[in-house]
């Protein structure tokens, strides 16, 4: 049987991974600044996430949500712990996408409404409402575009008002840093116009936290630089280290219903214990605190390439703009660098999402890398 061919693919195969490094079959060691897209929070192959995953395996890896699994409450109560979210309340799914569908769902529930107001470059996930709040046409079917979804451009005070005052808006979902769309943040004062607009016109507002999440941006989550407390929350990447997990935030002034929602894999006991062995070394390796001191290491780096126009981001989510299109270069940092790094829509802009176990070698190491790589495509 074929393959369904839906992924243009980089002639690479991985077979094994340590740390922030990764293996092909050829034993071709490879620098992960991509983190297979911002998944890998704590290092592949982790001693401690190895052992707890193991663990619970010979325990019981699976069981469904018709019974207690206590796990869940564990996780709960270390993301609250971590995150200070305390107000809120976790229900566990097992992708990004899949947590939008439902905060967007629980939204539509809470406020009785169904328009949701998404911003210009999102990008939300595959799924029906989600990939609806997503500002790519050419992922969407007819029967995505049934959802009723307006975008606006980031701080546009006025157009915001003036749609969510329509009344019939249920949510206003957003990426404090945006992942796909190329690392454009709405302004400090745009956000708590969201927050505010929100909350008096029986919106609610969502942060999708599926990236820029647990701990990737020096915050737990990217929208704690600022002071809102977003009604729902979204998450997934970072938070399973590569174990399929996600979930939603929902504030406890949400009420739930049993049935509202449901999933049959969702906060499985490996899942919750992948979530769990992260949050673990996430606390005890300080690593929300080395993401923030190494992205300004980064930072600092990267303003003495003359050919890196703009730089984006925070934490270890981070874009180099330079005044090409980058994906020649990429080709050039895996191929003969043997750097794995990401693209965005912004087709000028290299990602970086490195694990965010990263030290300043591997750092000093890329930006070597990169100058023989900018030198050899003649940039
Ligand atoms: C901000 C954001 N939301 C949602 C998603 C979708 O997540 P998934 O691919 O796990 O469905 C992504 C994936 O890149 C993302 O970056």
């Given at each position: 049987m074929k393959l369904f061919d839906v992924y243009p693919l980089y002639d690479v195969t991985p077979t094994h991974a340590k740390d922030v490094y990764v293996y092909d079959e050829k034993g071709i060691e490879y620098l992960d600044f991509y983190g297979g897209h911002a998944v890998i929070s704590i290092g592949h192959g982790h001693n401690h996430y190895k052992e707890r995953l193991t663990k619970q395996l010979n325990y019981i890896g699976f069981y469904s949500n018709a019974v207690k699994n206590p796990l869940q409450q564990e996780l709960a109560n270390a993301i609250g712990e971590q995150?200070?979210?305390?107000?809120y309340q976790l229900f566990l799914c097992s992708s990004g996408a899949e947590a939008n569908e439902n905060a967007l769902k629980l939204a539509s529930f809470v406020t009785g409404k169904k328009r949701i107001i998404a911003f210009n470059h999102s990008f939300h996930g595959r799924t029906s409402a989600a990939v609806a709040a997503t500002d790519n046409l050419a992922i969407n079917a007819p029967l995505n575009l049934q959802q009723e979804v307006t975008f606006l451009p980031f701080n546009d005070e006025k157009l915001l008002e003036a749609e969510i005052k329509?009344?019939?808006?249920c949510a206003v979902i957003f990426e404090a840093i945006q992942g796909v769309g190329g690392l454009d943040e709405p302004s400090e004062k745009f956000i708590y116009t969201m927050d505010r607009l929100c909350k008096i016109n029986n919106a609610c507002l969502i942060a999708?936290?599926?990236?820029?999440?647990?701990?990737?941006?020096?915050?737990?989550?990217?929208?704690?630089?600022?002071?809102i407390e977003p009604d729902i929350i979204s998450m997934a990447k970072g938070m399973g280290n590569g174990f399929p997990i996600g979930g939603v935030l929902a504030h406890s002034s949400i009420k739930s219903k049993h049935g509202m929602l449901g999933t049959t894999?969702?906060?499985n006991h490996l899942a919750c214990s992948a979530s769990l062995a992260v949050l673990d070394v996430l606390k005890k390796e300080d690593l929300q605190e080395h993401a923030k001191e190494l992205g300004d290491y980064f930072i600092e780096y990267a303003k003495?390439?003359?050919?890196?126009k703009k730089i984006k981001g925070r934490g270890l989510m981070l874009g180099l703009e330079f005044d090409f299109q980058v994906s020649t270069l990429r080709k050039e940092l895996i191929y003969n660098q043997h750097i794995f790094t990401g693209g965005s829509s912004n087709k000028n802009l290299l990602r970086i999402l490195p694990p965010?176990?990263?030290q300043k070698k591997h750092i000093d190491l890329f930006f070597q890398k990169l100058e023989k790589a900018l030198k050899a495509i003649n940039a």
């Open positions: 995150s200070s979210c305390h107000n329509k009344g019939d808006v999708d936290e599926v990236q820029a999440g647990f701990s990737r941006t020096g915050t737990f989550f990217s929208y704690q630089k600022y002071r894999f969702g906060g003495n390439i003359p050919s890196v965010l176990t990263v």
